[in-house]
């Protein structure tokens, strides 16, 4: 069974860096798609940006610049490095992966900016 979990996040002034990390297990071969996406209270879940195994990268247009995405396939994991974080930035972050049709899951993992 496919298992997404994040680390990495917390809380961290405007301005500050955050960098999270995934790690699915249960599937033996590199998934197609990996990346993140996020959810902030109220609001609906929003792309931050997807990486895929051939290197492909989709950012949401806001965001890149200040974010940068990286996966390793052999390991089957997918980073996302933040900076210069804003306010605006505060949200659960989740972390999806994507092989054969079917779109996996992580439980999410918070992120806070806040002076």
């Known amino acids: 069974q496919v298992q997404l979990v994040e680390s990495g996040g917390g809380s961290v002034q405007p301005g500050g860096s955050l960098r999270l990390s995934c790690v699915a297990s249960?599937?033996?071969?590199?998934?197609?798609?990996m990346g993140w996406y996020r959810q902030a209270p109220g609001m609906q879940r929003e792309l931050v940006a997807t990486l895929s195994r051939g290197g492909y990268t989709n950012y949401a247009g806001s965001l890149a610049g200040r974010f940068t995405i990286s996966r390793d396939n052999a390991k089957n994991t997918v980073d996302l490095q933040m900076n210069s974080l804003k306010p605006e930035d505060t949200a659960v972050y989740y972390c999806?992966?994507?092989?054969?049709?079917?779109?996996?899951w992580g439980q999410g993992t918070q992120v806070t900016v806040s002076s």
């Open positions: 249960g599937s033996t071969l590199s998934f197609n798609v």
């Open positions: 999806t992966a994507r092989i054969y049709g079917n779109e996996y």
